[in-house]
C-alpha cells in the first residue's frame, strides 16, 4: 500500500509499504477515505514540531470506512463511517486518573509520536474510533478532530450561554473554536491580520470582527463589554504578544486559554492575575470531546461551511504541501482523498 512519509525535513515520498493487519481481538482494520492537512503536520514537515520524531507517517485528522474487525470489536462493524480519536495513553499516571488523558505521562499521538493516517489502510483498537452517521459527507466528518481541538479549548475555558469571548486568531483552529463558542451560547469577538479571515469569521458566526492590525484591540474589546473585558480570552495565535494582550483585555474572575507552543518567554505582571483572579489554562489536543463532536455532526450542528477550500489526491502529496506552506492566505482547510 501507499503511505506518505516525512523522511527527514523538507523531505516528503510515497512509499510502498505492506498492509497492515489485525494482530489484537480489539483491532479494526480501516480503509482511509480523507486525511486533512494540519499546520502541526506542516511543522513536522519543516522539521520544527519539537514533539516529533522523524521518519514519521504523518495525518492525525482522518475519516475512513471499516473493512475488518477483531474478534473482540462490540460496537463497530464492517462497513461503519469512523474518525480517529488520535491519542493513546496509560491510563495509571496522575493526568490520566485526573481524566486528562490528553497530557499523559506516556502520552503517544496519531501522526506525531506513531505512524498516522496518510496510508491507505491503517489498525487502531475500537476504543480509538468513532462511528459517524454514513450517510454525512467524507470532507464533513473528517474535520471532526479540530472540532474536538475547539471543544476542549472552550471547555477549558469554562464558556457559558451569556459570556463574551475573544478568539485571537481566525485561522482554521479559530474558526472551530468560534463554532464551539457559539454552540455554548457565548457572545464571540475574533481577531486576526487578515480581512479574508474576518470575514469568513463573520459568515461562521463571530458576533464582531476585528482587524488587528489596524485597530486597537483593547480598546474594541472594552467597547466591546462597556468596559468589563473579554470573560473569556483564547489565544489561537500563540505568539508572545498576542498572549500577554490576554491578560489586558479578560475581565475580572475570567479564564485565559492558550493552544501555543512557543518556547519564547512572555512578559506578564503577577498584578492583573491576582487582582482580577485570573485562571490562565493551556489547551492541548482533547478529553472525551470526540463523543459530543460526533453528535453534533450527526444531528447537522457542526459543517464545514466552506472551511475546506482545497483537495489534492494521494499523488499529489507534494504539491498539496507545497501549496499550503507557498499559499496561506488560500487555504483554511486542504483535504487528501483516497480513491482507494
Known amino acids: ?30 480503509k482511509v477515505k480523507r486525511v486533512g492537512i494540519c499546520g502541526s503536520d506542516m511543522h ?22 471499516v473493512v475488518e474487525i477483531g474478534q473482540g470489536v462490540a460496537g463497530i462493524k464492517v462497513g461503519d463511517h469512523v474518525v480517529i480519536e488520535p ?3 496509560c491510563g495509571e499516571c496522575y493526568a490520566c486518573r485526573k481524566g486528562r488523558q490528553n497530557v499523559c505521562e506516556k502520552l503517544s499521538v496519531f501522526g506525531v509520536h ?23 459527507a467524507w470532507d464533513e466528518i473528517v474535520l471532526a478532530e479540530p472540532y474536538t481541538i475547539g471543544a476542549q479549548a472552550v471547555w477549558r475555558g469554562e464558556v457559558e450561554e451569556g459570556e463574551t469571548v475573544l478568539i485571537q486568531g481566525a485561522g482554521p483552529i479559530g474558526i472551530c473554536i468560534l463554532k464551539m463558542a457559539k454552540l455554548q451560547g457565548a457572545s464571540v469577538m475574533i481577531t486576526d491580520l487578515s480581512d479574508e479571515r474576518l470575514e469568513f469569521a463573520k459568515e461562521s458566526g463571530a458576533d464582531i470582527t476585528v482587524h488587528a492590525g489596524k485597530e486597537d484591540v483593547q480598546k474594541r474589546v472594552e467597547e466591546w463589554t462597556n468596559g468589563e473585558g473579554a470573560n473569556v480570552v483564547i489565544d489561537a495565535v500563540c505568539l508572545p504578544m498576542t498572549f500577554e494582550l490576554s491578560f489586558d483585555v479578560v475581565s475580572t474572575a475570567g479564564r485565559i486559554v492558550v493552544l501555543g507552543f512557543d518556547e519564547r518567554p512572555s512578559a506578564i ?15 492541548r489536543l482533547q478529553t472525551d470531546q470526540f463523543p459530543k463532536v460526533v453528535k453534533l455532526l450527526n444531528e447537522g450542528k457542526l459543517r464545514h461551511e466552506g472551511l475546506v477550500t ?15 506552506e507557498n499559499h496561506p492566505e488560500q487555504v483554511r482547510k486542504a483535504i487528501i482523498v483516497f480513491n482507494n
Open 1 to 30: 500500500m501507499k503511505a506518505v512519509q516525512v523522511r527527514k525535513a523538507h523531505e516528503l515520498i510515497i512509499q510502498e509499504v505492506e498492509k497492515p493487519r489485525i494482530s489484537n481481538s480489539t483491532d479494526v482494520l480501516v
Open 44 to 65: 513536522i514537515y519543516h522539521g520544527t514540531n519539537p514533539l516529533a520524531t522523524l521518519p514519521r507517517v504523518v495525518g492525525h485528522e482522518v475519516a475512513g470506512e
Open 87 to 89: 491519542i493513546s495513553y
Open 114 to 136: 506513531e505512524d498516522g493516517g496518510l496510508r491507505e489502510w491503517f489498525v487502531l483498537p475500537e476504543k480509538q474510533l468513532h462511528v459517524v452517521d454514513s450517510a454525512l
Open 269 to 283: 505582571s503577577q498584578l492583573p492575575i491576582t487582582k482580577k483572579e485570573v485562571s490562565v489554562k493551556g489547551s
Open 310 to 324: 482545497h483537495t489534492f489526491s494521494l499523488d499529489d502529496i507534494q504539491e498539496a504541501f507545497n501549496f499550503v
